[in-house]
């Protein structure tokens, strides 16, 4: 079964949210309409609808997060779902427990939806394709595979500023080769058809034919790929999935691709600066930058619930179909 058929049901609705990889523009721009109408709730004193009364969303974190984590669990409650957060370090995966059997257990406590992060590319999948009928599962970041939430809050970001995507020139800055990010993005630029997506990194960072597979254009010089862009997208260097060296040190990865005030200036004048974060200062962006007007790296954050809450609620009213097999 491919990725696409495996997170729709028969009808073409939303079953899990997986990758942003196979889905259709109108599905994407369904799921950015939605969450607007879930910004306005995140905006509200009382910030809950009782969408998800009555359901129970485990959060399955096997990496750390602070921004997924957090605002899935916020969106989880501002649609009155029940929610679990599992201590991985504390669970039974420490005592040799498998994946499945842990998704096992967790489906015999009658757990509606699972949010799992994984440091293993294909997890979630994985587990889609084991569990039961009515469940759903949303992929949170699963090695440098995917990580289709924050694609779309980023999508989201730029929607609301840009209020088109047809015109736009994107670039994404940094360490492409391990960034689950990237990928997702690059999906979803793609399916709502911005002009022209460009990859800037080192060539030890950046497949350059993997990107020019999905038709992003490719710069090693950063004044040069950021010319005339109109959103550049940081990313942190990624060590955690790094084998040996492949810089030759943060002060000259700095110098060569590090966001400044100066390199800014190729862009254009209404650039928007954007980072999934965590950032790191003085490595991939200057803390003028990151502060400064044009970055809307804390608007990103703001915008994780909304969208979070779009993906759930869809995913959700699909499963509110399915009927509960007796356990
Ligand atoms: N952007 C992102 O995934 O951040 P966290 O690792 O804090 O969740």
């Known amino acids: 079964m491919d990725k696409q058929n495996l997170q729709l049901d028969a009808e073409g609705n939303l079953r899990h949210f997986l990758t942003i990889e196979g889905l259709k523009r109108a599905m994407l721009v369904d799921l950015l309409d939605t969450a607007e ?137 940094g360490d492409v080769l391990h960034s689950r990010v990237a990928r997702s993005q690059i999906h979803a630029l793609s399916t709502l058809g911005v002009q022209e997506i460009r990859a800037i990194a080192p060539r030890t960072l950046l497949p350059v034919e993997a990107a020019s597979a999905l038709g992003v254009h490719v710069y090693h010089d950063m004044r040069e790929g950021l010319r005339d862009v109109d959103v550049v997208i940081m990313l942190r260097l990624q060590y955690e999935r790094m084998q040996g060296g492949m810089l030759p040190s943060e002060h000259e990865y700095y110098r060569l691709y590090g966001l400044t005030e100066d390199k800014l200036r190729y862009a254009r004048d209404d650039v928007m600066v954007m980072h999934p974060g965590p950032i790191n200062r003085g490595v991939e962006i200057d803390s003028a930058v990151a502060d400064g ?33 007796p356990s």
């Open 37 to 173: 109408s879930f910004a306005e709730v995140t905006e509200r004193e009382v910030k809950k609808v009782p969408l998800l009364r009555g359901k129970t969303i485990v959060n399955l974190f096997f990496e750390s997060s602070t921004r997924t984590r957090t605002t899935f669990e916020l969106a989880a409650k501002r649609l009155s779902a029940d929610v679990v957060n599992i201590n991985v370090p504390a669970s039974a995966a420490s005592k040799g427990e498998t994946l499945l059997d842990t998704l096992r257990n967790l489906e015999a406590m009658h757990c509606d939806m699972f949010v799992i992060r994984h440091p293993d590319s294909g997890a979630a999948h994985f587990i889609a394709r084991h569990a039961a009928p009515h469940v759903s599962i949303i992929n949170a970041g699963d090695g440098r595979h995917a990580h289709p939430t924050q694609a779309m809050l980023d999508m989201f970001t730029i929607r609301r500023h840009k209020k088109t995507f047809q015109q736009l020139i994107v670039a994404i800055v």
């Open 293 to 325: 007007p044009r970055s809307v790296i804390l608007q990103q954050v703001s915008h994780g619930t909304a969208v979070r809450m779009a993906v759930m609620s869809r995913a959700m009213q699909r499963s509110q179909a399915v009927v509960r097999e």
